[in-house]
């Protein structure tokens, strides 16, 4: 028996080794961004059967069975999918989830899953990981055709900083304010506002109001003292109670003119008086004049300075002009049995026949979690629970090594007894 002894205390050697060394990788990975721990599971080994046990007869119980075991091996190494702590970073090309999913990336003919969104964009172009220039993956196709910002035949994000955006010319200006019923007829209250021709050239749009009689008034606009044409003649008018009466749609609009020799043409720009009835817009009330035009639509040309990731994984890219412009939307992959993936290095896994395929959708999307901008998921070690796990190992190599040292002191003797 005492060599039965040493061949399952050298299995609890083994197995305790392997223990030990699955506590070294999580602590090692502590500071890991993305890292998944794992833990060791045991399972003990094959039984002799001494005594088969029989069941009651002949007025007598039964007995059970008698079995001698011969160890313990690793039943398996789980990965422990719980999640990692979320810390802002600042930095624009960083992602985490919050919840369940993993990045998808793509290098050559394969295709990875991770947790760690510290990417980063290559000479090309190309949103990536930078420590393997594996490619960010999208789906879906949202900023299709938005200024040429995606690779087309693939789903490879494509952030080419530095690249222009054509502007937008204003197409709605929208006037806020009051209008005093003080004025007499003829007298004048003016603003101006920057608006943004065929071109997206800007130019100051000066707006007129003139009060031609009781609760009446006429819109007129000029460019550089040239007058544009206003829909209507320009006419509104207010209700006895000081609200917008006419026109019904509470817009006028105003033709800006082209200039050939620039290459411009003739564009249309609704300004938006208000709603009729209500005082969100224009206004006729007692007091000082304050109306004026507010907001404009319209851009200038501009060139990507950064983007964003927002909570639904989209990514969008901020321009010098001040506009915002859809580029991709992260792909992120769900799968039925996020343990089953494989672990490939590189903070990378790759499916296997246990995890299943990947289910590609969007954050938030079908059980998957959220995308946090600008923070990235530490590691989910916990260091309480891991030395508790190292001591248990510990001890389990050691009192299984002095197993081996007994039943070696019992041959000894044994030894001793036959000399």
């Given at each position: 028996?005492?060599?039965?002894?040493?061949?399952?205390?050298?299995?609890?050697?083994?197995?305790?080794?392997?223990?030990?060394?699955?506590?070294?990788?999580?602590?090692?990975?502590?500071?890991?961004?993305?890292?998944?721990?794992?833990?060791?599971?045991?399972?003990?080994?094959?039984?002799?059967?001494?005594?088969?046990?029989?069941?009651?007869?002949?007025?007598?119980?039964?007995?059970?069975?008698?079995?001698?075991?011969?160890?313990?091996?690793?039943?398996?190494?789980?990965?422990?999918?719980?999640?990692?702590?979320?810390?802002?970073?600042?930095?624009?090309?960083?992602?985490?989830?919050?919840?369940?999913?993993?990045?998808?990336?793509?290098?050559?003919?394969?295709?990875?899953?991770?947790?760690?969104?510290?990417?980063?964009?290559?000479?090309?172009?190309?949103?990536?990981?930078?420590?393997?220039?594996?490619?960010?993956?999208?789906?879906?196709?949202?900023?299709?055709?938005?200024?040429?910002?995606q690779v087309t035949g693939n789903n490879d994000i494509r952030v080419p900083f530095g690249a222009g955006a054509a502007g937008v010319p204003t197409a709605n200006v929208q006037l806020r304010g009051?209008?005093?019923?003080?004025?007499?007829?003829?007298?004048?209250?003016?603003?101006?506002?920057?608006?943004?021709?065929?071109?997206?050239?800007?130019?100051?749009?000066?707006?007129?109001?003139?009060?031609?009689?009781?609760?009446?008034?006429?819109?007129?606009?000029?460019?550089?003292?040239?007058?544009?044409?206003?829909?209507?003649?320009?006419?509104?008018?207010?209700?006895?109670?000081?609200?917008?009466?006419?026109?019904?749609?509470?817009?006028?609009?105003?033709?800006?003119?082209?200039?050939?020799?620039?290459?411009?043409?003739?564009?249309?720009?609704?300004?938006?008086?208000?709603?009729?009835?209500?005082?969100?817009?224009?206004?006729?009330?007692?007091?000082?004049?304050?109306?004026?035009?507010?907001?404009?639509?319209?851009?200038?040309?501009?060139?990507?300075?950064?983007?964003?990731?927002?909570?639904?994984?989209?990514?969008?890219?901020?321009?010098?002009?001040?506009?915002?412009?859809?580029?991709?939307?992260?792909?992120?992959?769900?799968?039925?049995?996020?343990?089953?993936?494989?672990?490939?290095?590189?903070?990378?896994?790759?499916?296997?026949?246990?995890?299943?395929?990947?289910?590609?959708?969007?954050?938030?999307?079908?059980?998957?979690?959220?995308?946090?901008?600008?923070?990235?998921?530490?590691?989910?070690?916990?260091?309480?629970?891991?030395?508790?796990?190292?001591?248990?190992?510990?001890?389990?190599?050691?009192?299984?090594?002095?197993?081996?040292?007994?039943?070696?002191?019992?041959?000894?003797?044994?030894?001793?007894?036959?000399?």
């Amino acid at each position: 028996m005492a060599l039965n002894a040493l061949f399952t205390g050298s299995t609890a050697l083994q197995t305790f080794s392997s223990a030990l060394d699955v506590v070294g990788n999580n602590l090692a990975n502590l500071n890991t961004t993305g890292f998944k721990g794992q833990r060791t599971v045991f399972k003990d080994l094959v039984y002799q059967t001494l005594v088969p046990g029989s069941a009651p007869s002949g007025g007598l119980g039964g007995t059970n069975p008698t079995q001698s075991g011969f160890g313990v091996a690793v039943g398996s190494v789980d990965t422990l999918t719980l999640q990692g702590g979320i810390t802002p970073t600042g930095r624009d090309l960083d992602a985490a989830i919050d919840g369940n999913g993993f990045f998808v990336l793509a290098g050559g003919s394969s295709t990875v899953f991770t947790r760690a969104g510290s990417f980063a964009v290559d000479a090309a172009g190309f949103l990536v990981d930078p420590n393997t220039g594996f490619r960010v993956q999208r789906t879906g196709t949202i900023g299709e055709g938005a200024g040429g910002f995606q690779v087309t035949g693939n789903n490879d994000i494509r952030v080419p900083f530095g690249a222009g955006a054509a502007g937008v010319p204003t197409a709605n200006v929208q006037l806020r304010g009051n209008l005093s019923a003080n004025l007499t007829a003829g007298q004048t209250v003016t603003s101006a506002i920057q608006v943004f021709n065929s071109l997206s050239n800007p130019r100051v749009l000066n707006l007129t109001f003139t009060k031609t009689g009781p609760n009446a008034f006429a819109l007129s606009a000029d460019i550089g003292g040239v007058a544009q044409a206003v829909s209507g003649g320009g006419a509104f008018t207010f209700s006895t109670a000081g609200t917008l009466a006419t026109p019904a749609s509470g817009t006028l609009t105003v033709t800006v003119a082209g200039v050939p020799a620039e290459g411009t043409v003739d564009t249309t720009v609704a300004i938006n008086l208000g709603t009729v009835g209500q005082t969100g817009g224009l206004t006729q009330f007692g007091g000082v004049s304050t109306a004026a035009a507010v907001t404009q639509d319209g851009f200038s040309s501009g060139t990507l300075t950064d983007v964003a990731f927002d909570q639904a994984g989209r990514v969008s890219g901020r321009f010098s002009n001040g506009r915002t412009v859809p580029i991709a939307q992260l792909a992120i992959a769900a799968f039925n049995n996020e343990a089953g993936l494989i672990r490939t290095g590189s903070n990378f896994f790759s499916t296997s026949a246990a995890s299943g395929e990947a289910l590609i959708g969007v954050a938030g999307d079908g059980g998957r979690g959220t995308v946090q901008g600008s923070a990235l998921e530490g590691s989910n070690v916990d260091i309480s629970a891991e030395f508790a796990r190292l001591i248990i190992a510990q001890r389990g190599f050691q009192v299984n090594a002095r197993t081996i040292s007994a039943a070696n002191d019992t041959l000894q003797e044994l030894a001793s007894i036959l000399r």
